[in-house]
């Protein structure tokens, strides 16, 4: 049973105005891979996660000042 408060029109045609078109950017025919990590950068990324994961204490960024 359809509901009477909304009206019988598609999405589109119920909003007040029309959506503008996608970014191009968000539609890449051919997009492209991300390069592979070298090994040492492997090494690296996998020594930096265990000293994190390792050390007791949480590293945060310091906040920013707020505007006056």
Do not use: C, I
């Not at 970014?23 to 690296?44: C, D, F, I, S, V």
């Not at 949480?58 to 920013?64: A, E, I, N, S």
Request: cysteine-free; overall charge positive; charged content about 25%.
């Amino acid at each position: 049973m359809p509901d009477p408060s909304v009206p019988d029109q598609s999405p589109d045609q119920a909003l007040a105005y029309p959506e503008p078109p996608a970014h191009p950017n968000w539609r890449r025919p051919g997009t492209a891979k991300p390069r592979p990590l070298t090994a040492a950068q492997q090494e690296h990324n996998r020594e930096v996660l265990a000293l994190a994961l390792s050390s007791g204490s949480r590293r945060t960024r310091p906040r920013k000042a707020p505007r006056a």
